[in-house]
């Protein structure tokens, strides 16, 4: 019962991830495909460097994705309590802070990438489809999650997804809920996803900074990366 219970939340934590990051990531992208189509971020970028403008559209979304995300916390904590439901002892306590972890970081990983991909369009109609490549791992792995979930043991591949920072934010919730990854695991994680996403904020500075002010044709991530790296 306790591992059933444990996995139960660890599936409601991962499609509150899920969520949280797709429906928090679109918004920015959309918001910088908008401002680029409608000229508004050239006036923007008058008063502001490109990496202020990144920062604050970044961390103003980020602030209000987190503090529902805390609010849901706070919630699930307190009825728990008050109702004296198991769920809030034991492991499924500890599957709601990983998973509240690794929203923070999954969003921060995955949000940077967005504002880059959103730079890359003329027009805010090609958003979508420039932010498909970067969502397609957390699409794969939200997908394999339920194929985990409630198995008998994660298969080694799905454990690899767990410490790569692309794939852990959804990836080592589920390996945790599930009994198949000990404390320090997910910690091993946790660093080497914040790693990762301090290696993606400097790449998406570099690609939101030299596409920002371009109009024309969709510019492909491989030529972006290619002159941000020569900019």
């Not at 995955?110 to 003329?122: D, E, H, R």
């Not at 910690?187 to 500075?205: D, E, N, P, Q």
């Amino acid at each position: 019962p306790t591992l059933f219970r444990s996995r139960l939340t660890g599936l409601f934590t991962i499609v509150i991830v899920w969520v949280l990051i797709s429906v928090y990531g679109s918004q920015i992208a959309l918001g910088i495909g908008e401002e680029k189509s409608s000229r508004v971020v050239e006036v923007l970028l008058s008063s502001v460097r490109p990496v202020q403008l990144l920062i604050g559209k970044v961390l103003g979304i980020g602030l209000l994705a987190l503090a529902q995300a805390a609010a849901m916390l706070v919630v699930f904590i307190i009825a728990g309590f008050a109702s004296g439901s198991s769920l809030v002892h034991g492991a499924t306590l500890g599957v709601v802070i990983a998973g509240a972890v690794f929203v923070v970081l999954g969003y921060a990983f995955y949000c940077t990438a967005f504002a880059a991909a959103g730079s890359l369009v003329s027009r805010q109609s090609d958003v979508n489809s420039t932010i498909m490549p970067v969502q397609l791992p957390l699409i794969i792995t939200y997908a394999l999650s339920y194929t985990v979930i409630y198995a008998n043991g994660a298969n080694t591949f799905y454990h690899v997804l767990g410490f790569l920072p692309p794939t852990a934010p959804i990836a080592m919730p589920v390996l945790y809920a599930s009994g198949d990854a000990p404390v320090w695991q997910v910690v091993i994680a946790a660093v080497l996803c914040a790693a990762g996403t301090a290696t993606m904020a400097r790449i998406a500075v570099r690609i939101y900074s030299n596409s920002i002010l371009k109009t024309g044709p969709r510019i492909s991530f491989r030529q972006a990366i290619r002159e941000s790296r020569n900019a």
